[in-house]
């Protein structure tokens, strides 16, 4: 019964979403670049800046779910390299990405919210948060970007959600009011957020063509959807996560490779065909083992200390 209620309470509604968006990509010629951009120049900071203007979530239990959060993704970068002995460099690199970073934002927030509730959705937004910034990190590094430290950290601060972060924390330590007008255009925005990225992932499968499953896609998709969210489990458990994040870092790590390694892997020349393949199947076996994942959360939430 409990899965049951998982597929219909949280897959189903991002599936229909998802599923508007699936059909549009597949009628029409769209500009994913267009919708990306205003998913991330305008909509992605406006919910990270309402987030944390608005959340409950104290600064010791957010650090401690961040911290919890970058132990996982430094994990399942030395999964991908153990699964997939034997494959050439690239193609473990690949692995290695495609295994850590998740796809926490179009398809982890909404999944959340529908999961746990408002209370859960700001816990995984600041997840999200530390998933922005270690993915323009881990990628680049491992996949052998040019540029350094001094190019990663460009990539970084030319992400808009960044400065969106410090603008709601300056604001919230000073304690300075937000004028109603401003606060309310910027909850308009943040609602916008969440079914705007689902229609972006829906446009982006429906425009997807097919797929030829090899050994390292796989190896990518098995590690990504099965391995780490075992790895989460252990590791909240480890440090103490009460029930809530540890809940939160859970259904995180279940979600399946983020687009934006994909993206990147075009961006450094890596094995790009091993991480849009492991994208997009990972993206369609997600919609059933999240729904496992989500189903078994109140037993997760029965572990925390």
């Known amino acids: ?30 500009d994913q670049a267009t919708i990306g951009k205003v998913v991330l120049y305008a909509l992605t900071p406006a919910l990270c800046l309402h987030t944390l203007l608005t959340t409950q979530v104290s600064g010791r239990e957010g650090a401690q779910l961040i911290g919890a959060y970058v132990g996982v993704v430094a994990l399942a970068l030395l999964a991908g390299f153990a699964l997939s002995p034997g494959l050439p460099g690239r193609s473990r690199r690949a692995v290695a990405v495609a295994v850590a970073l998740g796809n926490n934002g179009n398809m ?49 601060l030319r992400l808009p ?19 109603v007008g401003i606060g309310r255009g910027i909850e ?4 916008a957020t969440l079914p705007v990225l689902l229609l972006a992932l829906g446009v982006q499968l429906g425009a997807s063509r097919g797929l030829t499953i ?19 489990v252990g590791l909240g458990w480890a440090i103490g996560l009460p029930a809530l994040p540890l809940q939160a870092l859970v259904l995180a790590s279940a979600m399946p490779t983020a687009v934006n390694a994909f993206i990147l892997a075009q961006e450094y020349e890596a094995d790009v065909e091993t991480v849009a393949g492991a994208v997009t199947l990972s993206t369609f076996v997600s919609f059933g083992t999240v729904a496992i994942v989500t189903a078994l959360l109140p037993a997760v939430g029965t572990l925390a200390r």
């Open 214 to 232: 090899t050994r390292a896609i796989a190896t990518a998709v098995l590690g990504r959807i099965v391995v780490i969210p075992v790895l989460a």
């Open 161 to 179: 959600a960044i400065w969106a972060m410090g603008v709601a924390l300056l604001v919230r330590n000073l304690g300075v009011p937000v004028p």
């Open 108 to 156: 982890g927030l909404p999944i959340s919210m529908f999961a746990l509730g408002r209370m859960g959705l700001d816990q995984s937004v600041l997840i999200f948060l530390a998933s922005v910034v270690l993915t323009f990190v881990v990628a680049p590094a491992v996949y052998g970007a040019e540029g350094g430290v001094r190019g990663t950290v460009r990539a970084v």
């Open 1 to 30: 019964m409990a899965l049951l209620a998982a597929l219909l309470d949280v897959i189903v509604p991002v599936l229909v979403v998802a599923g508007v968006g699936a059909l549009l990509g597949r009628s029409f010629p769209l």
């Open 188 to 191: 308009l925005l943040s609602q």
